[in-house]
């Protein structure tokens, strides 16, 4: 897909998830990795109301090269893509159910919500919690691109998840999933679950390559 296929797409992509709910306001932000860069949703974007000639053009080394100045929260995708050749783009949403997930004490810091369904399973994996940094610490990027190289996934504590795919669909389809579970999460606390054993997710990961 051409770049200017990508910047199309990613503002039907954004209006999508805003009219659905899973971003507010100016939260959230999209990118998409190119030939010579990527390109990344502007500071201040509405995801709701992108103009592809606006959005933000990187190079590899996040130096912005045309468009408007480039969301606060590059160095996450940056961190992300240093640490994932496989991304071929990265979704950070502050949607409702995985940001009250990411505010939740007493969390597995190594996996925050368990194995409750298979395509959990198969689009996210393991989901790492990141400690608290307040918003544009520089620090994060190193939390991220620690982890990233294993997970295509992380929940940022009290803020929300970040999740990278091949394709910018797989990155909106894995966090969509990632939204859900966190709903049927919450919607268990009390409760005693069935999780899948680990034979269950051993078989997913070999009839499915997640």
């Given at each position: 897909?051409n770049?200017?296929?990508l910047?199309?797409?990613?503002?039907?992509l954004?209006a999508s998830?805003y009219?659905?709910?899973?971003?507010a306001?100016s939260?959230?932000n999209?990118s998409?990795?190119?030939?010579?860069?990527w390109?990344?949703?502007p500071?201040?974007?509405?995801?709701g109301?992108?103009?592809?000639?606006?959005?933000s053009?990187?190079d590899?080394n996040g130096?912005?090269?045309s468009?408007?100045?480039p969301?606060?929260?590059?160095?996450l995708?940056r961190?992300?893509?240093d640490?994932?050749?496989?991304?071929g783009?990265i979704v950070h949403?502050?949607?409702?159910?995985s940001?009250?997930?990411?505010?939740?004490?007493n969390?597995?810091?190594?996996?925050?919500?368990?194995?409750?369904?298979?395509?959990f399973?198969m689009?996210?994996g393991q989901?790492?919690?990141?400690?608290?940094?307040?918003?544009g610490?520089?620090?994060?990027?190193g939390?991220?691109?620690?982890?990233?190289?294993?997970?295509?996934?992380?929940?940022l504590?009290?803020?929300?998840?970040?999740?990278?795919?091949?394709?910018l669909?797989?990155?909106?389809?894995?966090i969509e999933e990632?939204?859900e579970?966190?709903?049927l999460?919450?919607?268990?606390?009390g409760?005693n679950p069935?999780?899948?054993t680990?034979e269950?997710?051993a078989?997913?990961h070999?009839?499915?390559?997640?």
């Amino acid at each position: 897909m051409n770049e200017s296929l990508l910047r199309e797409h990613i503002c039907i992509l954004g209006a999508s998830l805003y009219q659905r709910g899973l971003t507010a306001g100016s939260s959230g932000n999209i990118s998409v990795r190119t030939d010579d860069g990527w390109l990344l949703t502007p500071t201040n974007s509405c995801l709701g109301t992108l103009d592809p000639a606006r959005i933000s053009k990187m190079d590899d080394n996040g130096t912005l090269l045309s468009g408007d100045a480039p969301s606060k929260e590059a160095f996450l995708h940056r961190a992300m893509y240093d640490a994932r050749s496989q991304a071929g783009a990265i979704v950070h949403l502050h949607s409702t159910h995985s940001a009250a997930v990411s505010c939740m004490s007493n969390l597995d810091h190594h996996s925050c919500i368990p194995p409750l369904t298979p395509y959990f399973v198969m689009k996210i994996g393991q989901l790492p919690l990141i400690p608290y940094h307040r918003p544009g610490d520089p620090d994060l990027a190193g939390a991220i691109h620690g982890l990233a190289a294993k997970h295509s996934a992380v929940l940022l504590a009290n803020h929300g998840p970040v999740v990278s795919g091949k394709t910018l669909e797989a990155a909106v389809y894995a966090i969509e999933e990632l939204e859900e579970t966190a709903k049927l999460f919450l919607l268990l606390q009390g409760h005693n679950p069935r999780v899948l054993t680990e034979e269950q997710i051993a078989e997913l990961h070999t009839l499915f390559k997640s």
